[in-house]
């Protein structure tokens, strides 16, 4: 059962450009909502998190939106650059299965001239 | 600090064999996961120790297991190795406590042949 769904798969965005991605969340239990970036051949690092007690977070180019209602959180990516170009992951955890993290599927990034 | 470091970051084996793989976390940091991401599966969840004990467990087969030294060291273990566990391997470490971020390492490239 797949509890974090993202969308899109892939994306192309002019360099400038607004990224958005999505991921919606079956588990309501879910309390802590961070992005993951990972380019070829790295691990995911950490961009920026977000707990259900704020709608909003930024960090520098970086959104969080939080929908707690609608259970759904997207990334907006402002002034897409191209070294932005990677695969970004949702993912979700509780606070029963601490460390657990239930991630996305990704969405390929790129972002052209 | 230095980061999570994971070895070795390659490794072949045939199908049959045994795996083990090491990760060393960030220095303070008590808690250390194992997550597997495959094309297919994308990243998924193994399982999770904190000061040497089990704290969370996926959906894999008891062929995949783990341990946590004092030191906050951490192996993880694939015996009878299948073709379909050729993987990265990657290990997350945090804080430990609930919800708190978590850092990758670079992953172990697993294949078996």
């Known amino acids: 059962q797949q509890q974090v769904k993202q969308s899109p798969q892939s994306l192309i965005v002019q360099k400038g450009g607004i990224s958005i991605i999505n991921c919606a969340y079956e588990n309501t239990a879910f309390d802590y909502f961070p992005w993951y970036q990972q380019f070829p051949g790295k691990g995911p690092a950490l961009l920026i998190a977000i707990r259900p007690d704020v709608s909003e977070k930024k960090e520098g180019r970086f959104t969080i939106s939080f929908n707690k209602s609608a259970k759904q959180f997207s990334l907006h990516i402002m002034d897409s650059q191209p070294g932005d170009s990677a695969t970004y992951f949702c993912?979700?955890?509780?606070?029963?299965?601490?460390?657990?993290?239930?991630f996305g599927t990704g969405t390929r990034l790129q972002v052209t001239l | 600090k230095a980061g999570v470091t994971q070895t070795p970051r390659y490794l072949i084996k045939t199908r049959g064999q045994q795996v083990t793989l090491s990760c060393s976390p960030i220095?303070?940091?008590?808690?250390v996961s194992w997550y597997q991401q495959t094309p297919g599966q994308g990243l998924q969840f193994l399982f999770e120790?904190?000061?040497?004990?089990?704290?969370n467990k996926g959906n894999f087969p008891g062929r995949f297991s783990g341990r946590q030294f004092s030191n906050s060291r951490s192996e993880m273990n694939v015996s009878t190795l299948e073709l379909g566990d050729s993987a990265l391997y990657l290990c997350?470490?945090?804080?430990?406590?609930?919800?708190?971020?978590?850092?990758f390492g670079p992953g172990t490239r697993l294949t078996v042949l």
């Open positions: 997350a470490s945090s804080e430990g406590l609930a919800g708190n971020e978590q850092f």
């Open positions: 120790y904190f000061s040497e004990t089990q704290r």
């Open positions: 993912a979700a955890s509780d606070v029963g299965t601490a460390s657990k993290l239930t």
């Open positions: 220095s303070g940091h008590r808690s």
